[in-house]
């Protein structure tokens, strides 16, 4: 792809979901570079113009003129126009549906409720709310459960057939904290075919590269 000009990934250092667009970015060998905001850029001009939400991640594309926001929309324009070889998707039914169908999981179960325990358990002014942390906790766990139940039913390596695809890597960026989110946790007891699932995720060279990147610049910004 060296005929490609670089994308554009508007991104922060601390925030999940900018990096599991660039993994897919590394998965596909697209060229990119990453331009990191800080909060007062990312709620103001001219990023709102990119994105009216104030949130990254955002990509912008000078090959083909678009700018596109939100983390799930943005790997499903890079899976329609860079993944011409299928590395990373299906192009049939029902599989091609699965895969959407786990992706729209990932952006409504796991970011939403993982993001929320991070939140009222590191952030939030008021501490005494134990009732929220429990509930956000038990939701990080029943997600955990929910593809350890499927990949124990289906037997398969992946969460749609053989195949890695787009869909098992939207959900590392959040699993990488999963020991910050519910500390002395193990989940590999309760769920051994995810941890397994998820460790061989771990293990491909693009995911290690998108980690170490993360690592490096997290201490700048």
Same mark, same amino acid.
């Given at each position: ?6 994308? +554009? ?5 601390? @925030? ?15 060229? =990119?570079?990453?331009? !990191? ?9 001219? !990023? ?10 955002? #990509? ?8 596109? !926001? ?13 993944? *011409? /070889? ?10 091609? =549906?699965?895969? #959407?169908? %786990? ?5 409504? @179960?796991?970011?939403?409720? %993982? @993001?929320?325990?991070? %939140?009222?358990? =590191? !952030? &939030?002014?008021? *501490? ?7 509930? =956000? @906790?038990? /939701? ?9 139940? &499927? #990949? ?16 098992? #890597? ?6 990488? +904290?999963?020991? %910050? ?28 590269? +998108? ?5 490096? +610049?997290?201490?700048?910004?």
């Amino acid at each position: 792809m060296s005929s490609i000009k670089p994308l +554009v990934l508007y991104s922060h250092a601390t @925030g999940p979901n900018p990096w599991k667009v660039a993994i897919v970015l590394e998965e596909l060998q697209v060229p =990119y570079e990453t331009k !990191f905001l800080d909060f007062a850029a990312i709620k103001s001009e001219p !990023f709102l113009s990119i994105n009216p939400n104030g949130r990254v991640p955002a #990509l912008e594309d000078s090959n083909t003129g678009v700018k596109i !926001f939100e983390s799930g929309a943005i790997i499903e324009y890079l899976i329609e126009t860079y993944d *011409k /070889e299928a590395k990373l998707h299906y192009t049939a039914s029902p599989e091609k =549906y699965l895969e #959407l169908s %786990w992706l729209h999981f990932q952006m409504s @179960g796991q970011g939403p409720y %993982w @993001g929320q325990k991070a %939140w009222f358990t =590191y !952030f &939030h002014s008021d *501490k005494n709310i134990t009732s929220a942390i429990e509930r =956000y @906790g038990n /939701e990080i766990k029943r997600t955990l459960g929910v593809i350890d139940s &499927h #990949l124990k039913k289906t037997g398969k390596p992946y969460l749609v057939g053989d195949k890695i695809s787009y869909a098992d #890597l939207a959900f590392v960026p959040w699993q990488t +904290v999963l020991g %910050w989110l519910i500390p002395d946790y193990d989940a590999s007891k309760d769920f051994p075919e995810w941890s397994k699932w998820n460790q061989s995720l771990l293990e491909r060279p693009a995911v290690k590269k +998108v980690l170490a990147d993360k690592a490096a +610049v997290a201490p700048k910004h």
